[in-house]
């Protein structure tokens, strides 16, 4: 990103104030502002040079919008997104205007939190008791040991945890359900049998986290449950929101 336009952080309803002390993006932090038009608003920085998405970056981003949550509804845009310029960014939010406010009251009071079901690496013993197919290959792979019984018996093993995981990882997912007022689907990830998020009161967002934490301590032997948040609410948001201009990514 070579820094011209505008870094855009989140949409906001008209009149929200910025969080004391907060800064953007970028080393030093970029200065903060806000734009608006009729009943929405954008909170903006000068696009820094040469952004990338590290740490501190991120965090930044992320902190900003869940300070910006405190005090009303955020409708959250992915780190990197870049408007061109100022009129081309009141633009589309006036065009966009009677959405964003759809969305900003459904998002209001409410956080994100990730639940993410992953196979139980330490459940092996369990997986050869249960699954017959794994069995008789693994007797197939003692008798006659070699690359291609050793590649079978890996990819059936690594199967039938995914299924384990996938069928007590939709368990859980059943029972978190009722406590959000939506749930979404999240991209596939590897090494996830699951990934889903919730969109949780906010001032029930210890009780679904503690109520998750339980259930997954009852399934640990064929799920390990992950479980992130609160968030911003990132998943409940539709696509037509964000600018389209993602930063590149890079360590650090």
Do not use: W
């Amino acid at each position: 990103m070579d820094g011209d336009g505008l870094y855009v952080y989140a949409v906001v309803g008209d009149g929200v104030a910025l969080p004391e002390g907060a800064g953007g993006v970028g080393d030093p932090p970029a200065a903060l502002r806000v734009i608006g038009t009729g009943k929405i608003a954008a909170v903006v920085s000068d696009a820094p040079a040469r952004l990338r998405a590290r740490r501190r970056d991120l965090l930044a981003h992320q902190d900003l919008l869940m300070d910006l949550a405190d005090s009303g509804p955020v409708l959250p845009m992915r780190f990197g997104m870049v408007a061109p310029d100022e009129d081309a960014l009141l633009a589309q939010l006036a065009l966009a205007e009677t959405s964003h406010l759809a969305t900003l009251k459904k998002l209001d009071g409410h956080v994100e939190v990730n639940v993410k079901a992953l196979p139980a690496q330490d459940s092996l013993a369990d997986v050869v008791t249960e699954d017959a197919a794994v069995r008789r290959l693994r007797d197939a792979a003692r008798r006659r040991p070699g690359y291609e019984a050793s590649v079978r018996l890996g990819e059936a093993v690594a199967s039938a945890l995914a299924r384990r995981a996938a069928e007590a990882g939709k368990a859980v997912l059943r029972e978190l359900a009722p406590l959000a007022r939506a749930v979404a689907a999240g991209p596939d990830v590897q090494g996830c049998a699951l990934n889903t998020s919730f969109l949780v009161p906010r001032g029930h967002s210890e009780r679904f986290r503690t109520t998750a934490e339980r259930l997954a301590g009852a399934r640990r032997s064929h799920v390990d449950i992950r479980i992130a948040g609160p968030l911003p609410c990132y998943s409940f948001v539709g696509d037509s929101a964000a600018p389209r201009r993602p930063a590149a990514v890079a360590g650090g």
